[in-house]
């Protein structure tokens, strides 16, 4: 199992930008992907990005393309999403979640262990 703790999110004005923050911790040698994830009220779950843990390899929701960047640092087991140029849309709790096997996926099934989440709010 992997533990995984967000932290980072707030209120922040439509065009501001906020950084996420996700630490790791338990069996981290077994993390394969990471992937950041939000869910709005009364919404699905929906994918956000995710990083390969070893290479790095990152894949975005075309929502958010050129506006958020995923990133790790294996040294600190985190993972951080800088997000940029937010817009109300972006109003969500935001997850990061661990994939413990091989592949990189977008569906929230796909993930073996979650966070608590970390609400952003992006006012108008």
């Known amino acids: 199992q992997v533990q995984l703790v967000e932290s980072g999110g707030g209120l922040v004005q439509a065009g501001g930008s906020l950084r996420l923050s996700c630490a790791a911790s338990?069996?981290?040698?077994?993390?394969?992907?990471m992937g950041w994830f939000r869910q709005a009220p009364g919404q699905e779950r929906e994918f956000v990005a995710s990083?390969?843990?070893?290479?790095?390899?990152?894949y975005y929701a075309d929502s958010v393309k050129g506006r958020f960047t995923i990133s790790r640092d294996n040294a600190k087991n985190t993972v951080y999403l800088q997000m940029i140029s937010l817009k109300p849309e972006d109003t969500a709790v935001y997850y990061c979640?661990?994939?413990?096997?091989?592949?990189?996926?977008?569906?929230?099934?796909?993930?073996?262990?979650w966070g608590q989440g970390t609400q952003v709010t992006v006012s108008s």
């Open positions: 979640a661990a994939r413990l096997s091989f592949g990189i996926f977008t569906t929230p099934r796909s993930y073996d262990n």
């Open positions: 338990g069996r981290t040698s077994s993390i394969y992907t």
């Open positions: 990083i390969r843990w070893s290479g790095g390899s990152t």
